[in-house]
């Protein structure tokens, strides 16, 4: 606690050199490497990262989500390892609550044989739920007062942004939705074939005479998957992590209380949006596996 309060008047100090403004924009803002004026560099500014283009990288986001992957990957495989049939532990048994708890979902909701669903799903639920719950961290203590300085002392870049929540960046949730929807598409041909793929778009629901108004219809919905669902997951971890950066600009010293007191509230988010990722991914690959019957 005292650490937490060392980091809330650090930020009060910092925050006094920023109007509010300017302290959100620089938390929202992320740590890119990518391409500007001909050479590759780091972005000492929003202004750069945004001239650096698509193919430019938030460091802070990928590095950030891959280790939370890895650490979720290590700690799986540590558990399984030292799995004990006699004599189980606390964690194992609380990873294989987690393992059934996915388990029953997807035998509840996806109604078909196929393997890869189960691990895919419980990939998603927990990782998704590892970037998210990095939303509690007090806003100042793994950035400004933490990442910050050693990306100056390392790389010479003052001021530079450092985000630690990956699902508030869109490329990590796009990203994943994305993957989610060509393995709807790879699964709807796989079980449908391609003319059967393509028919439910063109000939449903209202028979072939009426194929330019399914298209309007069903093209459309089959793009508002991915689209609804990386948007969701990084539209409510965006309004929470902006929410305690109004409470971290606004109150100074007396962040903490507020910021614990939302974060208390963020718990039902932080699962919850876990949650719903996971179940759509098994409704909308239960969907691509159903083969209609004539």
């Not at 986001?61 to 799995?83: D, P």
């Not at 629901?205 to 990386?230: C, D, H, Q, R, Y």
């Amino acid at each position: 606690m005292a650490e937490l309060a060392d980091a809330a008047h650090a930020a009060a100090e910092h925050g006094a050199e920023l109007t509010v403004q300017e302290y959100i924009t620089h938390h929202l803002s992320f740590f890119t490497f990518g391409r500007i004026d001909g050479h590759w560099a780091f972005a000492h500014t929003p202004e750069e990262a945004a001239e650096m283009g698509f193919w430019a990288i938030n460091v802070d986001t990928m590095g950030w989500s891959v280790f939370l992957g890895a650490a979720f990957l290590l700690f799986f495989r540590r558990v399984a390892v030292n799995a004990s049939v006699d004599n189980p532990s606390g964690v194992q048994n609380f990873v294989e609550a987690v393992v059934e708890f996915v388990d029953a979902r997807v035998s509840e909701a996806f109604n078909y044989k196929n393997e890869l669903i189960g691990p895919l799903c419980l990939l998603l639920f927990f990782w998704i739920l590892l970037m998210n719950t990095m939303d509690l961290v007090p806003v100042d203590l793994l950035t400004t007062f933490g990442f910050e300085p050693m990306l100056h002392t390392v790389f010479h870049i003052e001021n530079s942004p450092f985000k630690v929540v990956p699902t508030t960046d869109p490329n990590i949730t796009m990203g994943m939705s994305t993957m989610v929807f060509l393995m709807i598409i790879y699964y709807s041909i796989k079980n449908k074939g391609l003319g059967g793929f393509l028919g439910e778009l063109a000939f449903h629901p209202f028979g072939k005479w009426m194929m330019p108004f399914n298209l309007i219809i069903e093209v459309p919905t089959l793009f508002a998957k991915p689209i609804s669902l990386g948007l969701r997951l990084f539209g409510n971890l965006y309004a929470g992590e902006l929410l305690f950066l109004l409470i971290a600009s606004m109150l100074g010293l007396w962040q903490l209380p507020a910021h614990f007191v939302w974060a208390a509230f963020h718990l039902l988010v932080i699962p919850l949006q876990a949650f719903v990722f996971m179940m759509l991914t098994i409704v909308y690959l239960n969907a691509a596996h159903e083969v209609p019957h004539h």
